[in-house]
């Protein structure tokens, strides 16, 4: 028995080299649910809209016939988010996690958390787990989850802004632990400064869950780039 997937090339990194092509034939036991045999392959369920068997939408859950054909496509993007944009992200993003806060982008990120513990997190806050290890994203209890794209934050970044098209409030989230900034007079943080600081700086943030103070210069230019990039090329 054997069953024919039609896989979309977006997601063909998800594929071993012998089976990126625009049809593979599948052995097919008959027991196997269409999920199964899409994860088979290597490819999350995260990462594909429904499929569709000859033409038809079908619930993964549900058992494909004999040499049904099965076409995988890439979810839509921006893929909409029911519980809005709230992430958790792996032990490896830990650059990505520091771009999105910057952004404004509700953002866990917990160094080291083990893959039970990220799951488990990530149902209890609602929290879409972004991450490249496709084995977590396998996980039959992760609630809601998404393999990041592209080596090197800027590329990751960019992909996750390009697939869920968050919301974007640059400069109101601490970058070192998520927690919102709110607006302090300089004279209340005016001793935690340096002299330079004090001298060039007259706006501040401080926040709210770790007391951090912030104020524009303070990340540099590169991050004012990053900023400016990511409101300059977002989707309207
Ligand atoms: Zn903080």
Not at 64 to 71: L, N, S
Not at 162 to 172: C, E, K, Q, S, V
Request: proline letters at 9%; hydrophobic letters at 40%; a positive charge.
């Amino acid at each position: 028995m054997h069953v024919v997937v039609r896989p979309a090339q977006q997601l063909w990194l998800f594929l071993p080299p012998r089976r990126r092509r625009e049809e593979i034939v599948v052995p097919y036991d008959g027991s196997a649910s269409l999920g199964h045999v899409v994860q088979s392959l290597g490819v999350p369920l995260t990462e594909v809209a429904p499929p569709a068997v000859d033409g038809a939408p079908s619930e993964v859950t549900r058992r494909p016939h004999e040499a049904a054909v099965i076409e995988l496509e890439p979810p839509p993007r921006p893929q909409p988010l029911p519980d809005g944009a709230r992430f958790l992200l792996d032990v490896h993003l830990g650059s990505l996690a520091r771009r999105l806060r910057l952004l404004g982008v509700d953002t866990a990120y917990d160094n080291p958390a083990d893959d039970d513990e990220l799951v488990e997190r990530a149902g209890r806050e609602r929290r879409v787990l972004l991450t490249q290890d496709r084995g977590l994203l396998m996980r039959r209890t992760l609630r809601a989850g998404a393999y990041v794209r592209g080596h090197g934050a800027d590329a990751q970044l960019a992909d996750v802004l390009d697939r869920f098209a968050p919301p974007l409030a640059p400069w109101t989230r601490c970058s070192a632990c998520n927690g919102e900034l709110a607006r302090v007079p300089k004279d209340e943080v005016v001793d935690l400064l340096e002299p330079g600081t004090r001298r060039c700086y007259e706006r501040f943030s401080r926040c709210r869950t770790c007391g951090r103070v912030y104020w524009r210069g303070a990340h540099g230019r590169r991050l004012d780039a990053v900023v400016a990039d990511a409101l300059r090329t977002r989707p309207s």
